[in-house]
C-alpha cells in the first residue's frame, strides 16, 4: 500500500500518467525501483495506519489465543504431514477436475515414460544438449528482441527488459490421472510458470488477442453463442450439429500450424494494425513452438510434435490456426449450408442446412473437409435436433432454439467447504454467478431444477441453510436486472491494499474504518479496494509440478530398463 501511495504521488509531482500505455498482461513491476517519500503529511498518515493496523491485528491475536487457528482435526493434520512426507506415493489433481489422486511412485514414472516420454513425440536430451539448445535458444530470442526494439512500444520493450532480469526455471513435465478412464491413463502437462520462454510467449498471447476477433468461428463462451442465436431465424429444415477435436493441440502439424499463421497474417493484413510486427511475431512464434524443453526429474526432454505444450500462447495458436482454414474452406464453400458456426478451441457448434438433393453426400463432404486439414481429426455428430456444446444443452423445436444448462455427469461438484480460509466474499460470488448463469442458460422451470440441486450440494459439503438462504435472495433479487457494467470502474485512479485472508485476521471493515480515518481525506484516489488472497491450500502443500525422488529410485534407469 504504502509503495502505491508514493508511486502515485510521485506520478503526479512528475506530471506523468501512471495509467499511460498500460497493458496488464505484459505489465512487470519493477521491484528494484524505490519510489521517493511522499509529503510529510502523507507519511505520518501512513504510519499512523500502520500502527492502528497492527495494533488491531494484536487485539485479534489476544481475543482468539485460546482458539485453534486451525481447520483441521488433529488425525486429518496428521494424516497429511505423513503423505507431505512420503516420497513413495506421488499426489496429483485429477483430469476432468474429479478431486485428487494418489499413485505409487514407481507406477506414475513408468505411466509417464511409457505413454509419453519414450513416444515419437519426445526424445530425450544429455544436460549438456539441454543447456546448449536453451542458451542458443535464449541469445536468439534476446537479439531479436534487441534488433527490433524499434517496432514494439514502450511497455513491451519494458515488459522484455524487466522479465530478462528475473529468475527462470526449466518447465517441469507432469501427467494427471485420467481417474475416468479404464485403465487408468494420464494427460501430459507441462508447467511453464517462470521459464524463460514463457516471456514470449505470452508476449505471443498478448499479440493473439488482437487477432482472434478476425477468426470468423471464434467465440469467448457460450454465453456469446446465447447472444447471438437470439438474432438468427432459423429455416424449419435446419438441424443442430456439434464436433470436437481429438487431442488437437498434440495433433496439430507444426509446420502447417506455423505455415496457416503466416497465410492468416498476409490474408488479414488489411485488417490487422499496420505497426505489427509480423516476421518477428512469427520467428518469435516458431522458436517456442521447436524449443519446448522441460524437465522430468533429473531428465530433460524436447517435445518434438504437435502445439508446445503447456505454454501460454497455445488456445489462441490452436484458435488461429484452423481458424484461417475455416474461414478459407470451411466458411466459404459450405456457406449456403452453415447459417451458423462457431468454435471454442477444440470443439464446434453449428446450424447445418441440407441441401434439397444429395443431403447425405453433402453432409459427408462437409465431415471430409473439417478432417482435412493436417492430422487434425473431429469427432463430429451427425445433424439432429438436440447436441450439447460447452456448458450448454442445446434442442431445436419448430425452427426455435431453447437451451439448458449441461452438466457432466462425472462432476463432483467440488465447492469450497464451509471451513475453508477463505473470504465470505468467494461463496457468494459462487452463488451469484452460478445462479445468473442457471438463470441466462434455462426455461423458468428448468431454472427452478437446477437451482434445487444447487442448494442440495451445497448442503451437502457442509454449508448451512441460514447461510446460503440470504445470498440465494440477495441474488434472486437481481436476475432481471442487467449485470453493472465494470469499465468505468477500471478507469477509476484506485489504490489496492492486499492481504492474505485469515478468518481471525483483520477483516475488510477494518481496513476501510482504518483508511477512513487516516488516508483517505489526504489522498485524491478515486476509490480504495481491499484486495484479499487465499492463504497456502491443501493442494499447494500436496500437490507440486517436480517429483520428489525416493532414494531406491532411478528415471534414467527405469528408461534404459524399458528401452531394453
Same mark, same amino acid.
Given at each position: 500500500? #504504502?509503495?502505491?501511495?508514493?508511486?502515485?504521488?510521485?506520478?503526479?509531482?512528475?506530471?506523468?500518467?501512471?495509467?499511460?500505455?498500460?497493458?496488464?498482461?505484459?505489465?512487470?513491476?519493477?521491484? &528494484?525501483?524505490?519510489?521517493?517519500?511522499?509529503?510529510?503529511?502523507?507519511?505520518?498518515?501512513?504510519?499512523?495506519?500502520?500502527?492502528?493496523?497492527?495494533?488491531?491485528?494484536?487485539?485479534?491475536?489476544?481475543?482468539?489465543?485460546?482458539?485453534?487457528?486451525?481447520?483441521?482435526?488433529?488425525?486429518?493434520?496428521?494424516?497429511?504431514?505423513?503423505?507431505?512426507?512420503?516420497?513413495?506415493?506421488?499426489?496429483?489433481?485429477?483430469?476432468? &477436475?474429479?478431486?485428487? $489422486?494418489?499413485?505409487?511412485?514407481?507406477?506414475?514414472?513408468? /505411466?509417464?515414460?511409457?505413454?509419453?516420454?519414450?513416444?515419437?513425440?519426445?526424445?530425450?536430451?544429455?544436460?549438456?544438449?539441454?543447456?546448449?539448445?536453451?542458451?542458443?535458444?535464449?541469445?536468439?530470442?534476446?537479439?531479436?528482441?534487441?534488433?527490433?526494439?524499434?517496432?514494439?512500444?514502450?511497455?513491451?520493450?519494458?515488459?522484455?527488459?524487466?522479465?530478462?532480469?528475473?529468475?527462470?526455471?526449466?518447465?517441469?513435465?507432469?501427467?494427471?490421472?485420467?481417474?475416468?478412464?479404464?485403465?487408468?491413463?494420464?494427460?501430459?502437462?507441462?508447467?511453464?510458470?517462470?521459464?524463460?520462454?514463457?516471456?514470449?510467449?505470452?508476449? =505471443?498471447?498478448?499479440?493473439?488477442?488482437?487477432?482472434?476477433?478476425?477468426?470468423?468461428?471464434?467465440?469467448?463462451?457460450? #454465453?456469446?453463442?446465447?447472444?447471438?442465436?437470439?438474432?438468427?431465424?432459423?429455416?424449419?429444415?435446419?438441424?443442430?450439429?456439434?464436433?470436437? $477435436?481429438?487431442?488437437?493441440?498434440?495433433?496439430?502439424?507444426?509446420?502447417?500450424?506455423? /505455415?496457416?499463421?503466416?497465410?492468416?497474417?498476409?490474408?488479414?493484413?488489411?485488417?490487422?494494425?499496420?505497426?505489427?510486427?509480423?516476421?518477428?511475431?512469427?520467428?518469435?512464434?516458431?522458436?517456442?513452438?521447436? &524449443?519446448?524443453?522441460?524437465?522430468?526429474?533429473?531428465?530433460?526432454?524436447?517435445?518434438?510434435?504437435?502445439?508446445?505444450?503447456?505454454?501460454?500462447?497455445?488456445?489462441?495458436?490452436?484458435?488461429?490456426?484452423?481458424?484461417?482454414?475455416?474461414?478459407?474452406?470451411?466458411?466459404?464453400?459450405?456457406?449456403?449450408?452453415?447459417?451458423?458456426?462457431?468454435?471454442?478451441?477444440?470443439?464446434?457448434?453449428?446450424?447445418?442446412?441440407?441441401?434439397?438433393?444429395?443431403?447425405?453426400?453433402?453432409?459427408?463432404?462437409?465431415?471430409?473437409?473439417?478432417?482435412?486439414?493436417?492430422?487434425?481429426?473431429?469427432?463430429?455428430?451427425?445433424?439432429?435436433?438436440?447436441?450439447?456444446?460447452?456448458?450448454?444443452?442445446?434442442?431445436?423445436?419448430?425452427?426455435?432454439?431453447?437451451?439448458?444448462?449441461?452438466?457432466?455427469?462425472?462432476?463432483?461438484?467440488?465447492?469450497?467447504?464451509?471451513?475453508? $480460509?477463505?473470504?465470505?466474499?468467494?461463496?457468494?460470488? =459462487?452463488?451469484?454467478?452460478?445462479?445468473?448463469?442457471?438463470?441466462?442458460?434455462?426455461?423458468?422451470?428448468?431454472?427452478?431444477?437446477?437451482?434445487?440441486?444447487?442448494?442440495?450440494?451445497?448442503?451437502?459439503?457442509?454449508?448451512?441453510?441460514?447461510?446460503?438462504?440470504?445470498?440465494?435472495?440477495?441474488? #434472486?433479487?437481481?436476475?432481471?436486472?442487467?449485470?453493472?457494467?465494470?469499465?468505468?470502474?477500471?478507469?477509476?485512479?484506485?489504490?489496492?491494499?492486499? /492481504?492474505?485472508?485469515?478468518?481471525?485476521?483483520?477483516?475488510?471493515?477494518?481496513?476501510?474504518?482504518?483508511?477512513?480515518?487516516?488516508?483517505?481525506?489526504?489522498?485524491?484516489?478515486?476509490?480504495?479496494?481491499?484486495?484479499?488472497?487465499?492463504?497456502?491450500?491443501?493442494?499447494?502443500?500436496?500437490?507440486?509440478?517436480?517429483?520428489?525422488?525416493?532414494?531406491?529410485?532411478?528415471?534414467?534407469?527405469?528408461?534404459?530398463?524399458?528401452?531394453?
Amino acid at each position: 500500500m #504504502a509503495r502505491s501511495i508514493r508511486i502515485n504521488s510521485y506520478l503526479k509531482e512528475q506530471g506523468l500518467n501512471d495509467n499511460a500505455e498500460y497493458h496488464k498482461q505484459i505489465y512487470i513491476c519493477n521491484n &528494484n525501483w524505490h519510489p521517493p517519500p511522499a509529503s510529510i503529511l502523507i507519511e505520518e498518515q501512513i504510519t499512523k495506519f500502520e500502527k492502528l493496523l497492527k495494533a488491531k491485528q494484536h487485539e485479534l491475536t489476544h481475543k482468539y489465543r485460546h482458539h485453534s487457528l486451525l481447520n483441521l482435526t488433529p488425525l486429518q493434520k496428521t494424516t497429511l504431514t505423513k503423505l507431505r512426507k512420503n516420497s513413495n506415493i506421488i499426489i496429483k489433481p485429477t483430469d476432468k &477436475n474429479l478431486g485428487p $489422486a494418489a499413485m505409487d511412485i514407481d507406477t506414475y514414472i513408468t /505411466q509417464v515414460l511409457q505413454e509419453h516420454l519414450l513416444t515419437d513425440s519426445y526424445i530425450q536430451l544429455s544436460n549438456t544438449e539441454a543447456e546448449q539448445r536453451l542458451n542458443n535458444t535464449k541469445n536468439t530470442l534476446k537479439i531479436l528482441i534487441s534488433s527490433n526494439e524499434d517496432i514494439l512500444s514502450k511497455p513491451e520493450l519494458t515488459y522484455f527488459q524487466r522479465s530478462f532480469k528475473q529468475k527462470h526455471r526449466l518447465p517441469i513435465f507432469y501427467g494427471l490421472p485420467k481417474v475416468h478412464k479404464h485403465p487408468l491413463t494420464l494427460r501430459p502437462v507441462v508447467s511453464c510458470i517462470n521459464s524463460f520462454i514463457s516471456i514470449f510467449s505470452n508476449w =505471443l498471447d498478448f499479440k493473439m488477442k488482437a487477432l482472434l476477433p478476425l477468426v470468423k468461428s471464434y467465440t469467448r463462451n457460450s #454465453a456469446d453463442v446465447l447472444e447471438d442465436l437470439k438474432f438468427i431465424n432459423i429455416p424449419k429444415n435446419a438441424l443442430l450439429f456439434s464436433a470436437d $477435436a481429438k487431442s488437437m493441440y498434440t495433433n496439430i502439424d507444426t509446420t502447417i500450424g506455423l /505455415q496457416s499463421i503466416r497465410a492468416f497474417l498476409e490474408h488479414n493484413k488489411d485488417c490487422i494494425p499496420s505497426n505489427f510486427p509480423s516476421e518477428l511475431f512469427l520467428n518469435i512464434l516458431e522458436l517456442v513452438m521447436n &524449443n519446448n524443453i522441460f524437465s522430468f526429474a533429473d531428465t530433460k526432454w524436447l517435445q518434438l510434435a504437435g502445439t508446445a505444450m503447456g505454454t501460454p500462447a497455445a488456445c489462441a495458436y490452436a484458435t488461429i490456426t484452423y481458424g484461417h482454414y475455416e474461414n478459407t474452406v470451411i466458411l466459404t464453400e459450405f456457406a449456403p449450408n452453415l447459417i451458423y458456426y462457431r468454435r471454442y478451441i477444440d470443439d464446434i457448434f453449428g446450424i447445418w442446412i441440407p441441401p434439397d438433393s444429395h443431403q447425405t453426400e453433402k453432409w459427408k463432404t462437409f465431415e471430409n473437409k473439417l478432417n482435412q486439414w493436417g492430422p487434425l481429426e473431429w469427432k463430429i455428430e451427425k445433424p439432429s435436433n438436440k447436441t450439447v456444446f460447452l456448458d450448454l444443452n442445446i434442442e431445436l423445436i419448430n425452427s426455435k432454439i431453447f437451451t439448458s444448462t449441461f452438466q457432466k455427469s462425472l462432476n463432483l461438484y467440488l465447492y469450497l467447504p464451509p471451513r475453508s $480460509a477463505h473470504p465470505p466474499s468467494c461463496l457468494k460470488g =459462487l452463488i451469484a454467478g452460478e445462479m445468473r448463469r442457471y438463470w441466462i442458460q434455462n426455461s423458468q422451470d428448468e431454472f427452478t431444477e437446477i437451482l434445487k440441486k444447487f442448494i442440495i450440494r451445497l448442503t451437502e459439503r457442509g454449508h448451512q441453510l441460514k447461510d446460503i438462504i440470504p445470498i440465494l435472495q440477495q441474488t #434472486a433479487a437481481k436476475l432481471n436486472s442487467t449485470p453493472s457494467h465494470k469499465a468505468s470502474k477500471n478507469n477509476l485512479n484506485t489504490l489496492f491494499i492486499h /492481504q492474505t485472508y485469515h478468518p481471525h485476521g483483520v477483516q475488510r471493515r477494518d481496513i476501510r474504518n482504518l483508511y477512513s480515518q487516516t488516508l483517505e481525506t489526504h489522498l485524491d484516489f478515486d476509490r480504495m479496494t481491499v484486495a484479499t488472497s487465499r492463504p497456502v491450500n491443501l493442494k499447494d502443500i500436496l500437490t507440486k509440478a517436480n517429483l520428489r525422488m525416493p532414494p531406491h529410485l532411478n528415471v534414467q534407469k527405469i528408461i534404459n530398463e524399458l528401452k531394453e
